[in-house]
């Protein structure tokens, strides 16, 4: 149980390293996906109190909606969307890996000071959910696509919700699917968002929504302006 506890960590981690270095929005819904199967996982394994009826639905919703639903709905905009398929940064990939390798080392650091609960497989919980959380900030701040900001904010979710997993086994399930339903309405609004910016600019960059607000504006004043008195 405990190597399967350590694998997911681990995979995490490695999901995190590819987001930051991968060039494609393909691949990178893709590795997303792969998370939050991983996180689906996760607390059917973690848990002392073995298999429930409520772990099972929490390990069912998170499979469905971070590791098939979400991605399935951001892979089917991804190719409606008349744009390329390829990542623009404000951050290259390669700065992208070197920073992440620094937050690692210190969320590894963090990790072995905090005190935390004497059980194994905490030590590299904390860390990974540091280094997911961060990842997912990041992926935010230095994309231009708002496609890879929304996967950028699957990932801090990712984090958070692992969170809640290694430390708050106690709280209830109702909590854990507001968490999920929070996650699903983001995703959303975010999809229509980016629905827009494509529709009118042929390109999915979050810094087009300037541009977007200054089209409605002379929109609004044309339309004022034709408008009988």
Do not use: C
């Amino acid at each position: 149980m405990q190597e399967a506890v350590n694998a997911i960590v681990a995979l995490m981690i490695l999901a995190n390293f590819l987001l930051l270095g991968t060039g494609s929005l393909r691949a990178a819904i893709r590795i997303v996906a792969i998370q939050g199967l991983a996180l689906g996982l996760l607390p059917l394994l973690v848990h002392e109190k073995g298999l429930t009826l409520r772990l099972a639905i929490i390990a069912v919703l998170v499979i469905l909606l971070k590791g098939i639903i979400i991605p399935r709905v951001l892979m089917k905009g991804l190719r409606e969307l008349n744009t390329g398929r390829g990542i623009t940064y404000y951050v290259g990939p390669v700065a992208s890996l070197l920073i992440g390798i620094l937050v690692m080392g210190s969320s590894l650091w963090w990790g072995y000071l905090l005190p935390l609960p004497d059980q194994p497989g905490y030590r590299l919980a904390i860390p990974m959910v540091f280094f997911t959380i961060i990842s997912g900030l990041f992926l935010i701040v230095t994309r231009r696509q708002a496609l890879m900001q929304i996967i950028g904010y699957l990932v801090l979710e990712n984090g958070i919700y692992a969170f809640g997993v290694f430390f708050a086994q106690s709280e209830s399930m109702l909590i854990e699917i507001g968490i999920l339903l929070d996650v699903f309405v983001g995703v959303f609004i975010m999809g229509v968002m980016v629905f827009h910016i494509s529709r009118e600019f042929d390109s999915i960059e979050a810094g087009q929504l300037s541009t977007l607000k200054d089209w409605f504006r002379e929109r609004r004043k044309s339309t004022e302006t034709e408008s009988p008195s």
